[in-house]
């Protein structure tokens, strides 16, 4: 089975930097996925992390340790639009998802 | 730009009663996923179409849903009977084949009553 650990939620101020940690259990790896979710709507992509080390795409980056089991998304300069739910997913087998319950992260003023 | 597509929207139904749910993926994406997600959880796979065959509904209670997709382009989820627990949100996606990010529509809000 797969089992994917997430923080539930975390609270932060408006440009300040956020670290999103997620670790894993899993059989058949084939690499790891963060979705950005916001309340009501559907997941969209952020990064894709198949190789150990960090991916950096815009304000945003991502970092994969595979021997940890371990990944981490890194908001920069933080905006309120950012306040949404992170999803951590491993992609196993035959491109199925496994998802952690994702960490609700909250911008404020 | 290219979207997966799913109707209805919201959908309320009395418990007992049957639903169903539609999704067109995007063209060319032959592999296509539904997920079930509840509120405060992470999105849950039910079913995995690679063109029109199933590749994985291990997660499907298949006493009451089932799913199709006939001619390997858009597809359905039926719920029958509804139950109370069945009230979530489920959500399409599509994928190129092999391991590429998935694209999600917009979901359908079910509320069972």
């Known amino acids: 089975g797969q089992n994917i650990d997430q923080p539930t939620e975390m609270t932060a101020t408006e440009g300040a930097i956020v670290q999103i940690n997620c670790t894993y259990q899993?059989?058949?790896?084939?690499?790891l996925f963060w979705y950005q979710q916001h309340a009501g709507e559907a997941p969209t992509f952020l990064s894709y992390?198949?190789?150990?080390g960090l991916e950096e795409k815009g304000r945003f980056s991502s970092f994969l340790s595979r021997s940890k089991g371990y990944s981490y998304l890194l908001l920069k300069e933080l905006q309120m639009k950012d306040s949404a739910s992170y999803l951590c997913?491993?992609?196993?087998?035959?491109?199925?998802?496994?998802f952690g319950k994702g960490n609700q992260v909250v911008v404020i003023p | 730009e290219a979207e997966v597509a799913q109707s209805p929207r919201y959908k309320i139904t009395e418990k007992s009663q049957a639903v169903a749910f539609w999704c067109d993926p995007i063209?060319?994406?032959?592999?296509l996923y539904w997920y079930r997600q509840i509120l405060g959880q992470g999105p849950e796979l039910l079913v995995q179409?690679?063109?029109?065959?199933?590749?994985?509904d291990s997660q499907l209670p298949k006493d009451r849903f089932s799913a199709e997709r006939l001619k390997g382009v858009d597809s359905t989820l039926k719920i029958q009977p509804a139950e109370l627990g069945d009230s979530a949100m489920y959500l399409c996606?599509?994928?190129?084949?092999?391991?590429?990010?998935?694209?999600f529509g917009p979901g359908t809000r079910l509320t069972v009553t």
């Open positions: 997913a491993v992609s196993y087998g035959n491109n199925r998802l496994a």
């Open positions: 063209s060319g994406h032959a592999t």
């Open positions: 899993t059989s058949g790896f084939n690499g």
């Open positions: 996606a599509s994928s190129l084949v092999g391991v590429y990010e998935q694209y």
């Open positions: 992390n198949v190789l150990d």
């Open positions: 179409f690679q063109d029109e065959s199933v590749v994985d």
